[in-house]
């Protein structure tokens, strides 16, 4: 909930929604819902600790890939004129939407540390496009994650969730409009030292307290 609202925040903007690309966000988004429900089930089998662990390895990682690539001419969805190769596109979108899924039910989160490194290092997407087509991916996944947590939804303390979910809204309209004038590289070095950072925090709280996160 908390992802999926400022997600829609930060998608409202024109400049924002002129970048996505909706049939690769469709189809990404998509592949997702079943497998976020499998990566749920799968979840649950493990502990919560080694879990956030993972998680951190995973997001230094990916910052690792951000921070050391260059954004793709052409790729998998891009061609260098620029036009959509549904041949190459289709099967790889697929697949990886439905990766990103199961790390959405297994880590619940919106995927999107994840989603835009994928559309940008393996679909060829350009860092503004892949931003912007990350929001709706993100949106779908985060709906697909809650349905799959349904049950515990009554555990929810919804005081914090309005004050997280509402805060992050209204920053994230704000940001968009903001970031849609940064140029990709930019975009790219700034969202790859976020992820590094937050990898930090979470291994940290993970192996130092582990009390802290079940």
């Known amino acids: 909930m908390v992802v999926a609202l400022p997600s829609v925040g930060a998608v409202l903007p024109r400049e ?25 089930a799968l979840g649950k089998l493990l502990p919560q600790r ?3 662990v993972a998680f951190a390895v995973l997001m230094v990682v990916v910052a690792v890939r951000m921070l050391r690539g260059e954004e793709a001419q052409s790729g998998a969805c891009r061609t260098v004129q620029g036009a959509i190769s549904w041949r190459t596109c289709l099967p790889k979108s697929v697949l990886t939407g439905a990766a990103v899924g199961v790390l959405t039910g297994l880590f619940g989160v ?10 940008t290092l393996l679909l060829g997407l350009g860092a503004q496009q892949a931003v912007a087509t990350s929001l709706v991916v993100v949106l779908i996944n985060s709906a697909a994650g809650f349905t799959a947590h349904a049950g515990t939804a009554g555990d929810i303390d919804y005081r914090i969730l309005l004050l997280f979910a509402g805060a992050a809204l209204v920053v994230s309209v704000v940001a968009a409009r903001w970031s ?9 070095r700034w969202f790859a030292v976020v992820v590094l950072a937050v990898a930090v925090f979470v291994a940290t709280a993970a192996v130092v307290n582990p009390s802290a996160v079940g």
């Open 180 to 188: 849609a004038k940064l140029d990709a590289a930019t975009v790219r």
């Open 50 to 52: 080694w879990l956030l």
């Open 16 to 40: 924002r929604r002129t970048s996505v690309w909706w049939p690769v966000a469709s189809v990404f988004g998509a592949a997702g819902v079943p497998a976020a429900f499998g990566g749920t």
């Open 110 to 119: 919106g995927g999107g540390f994840v989603v835009v490194p994928a559309l």
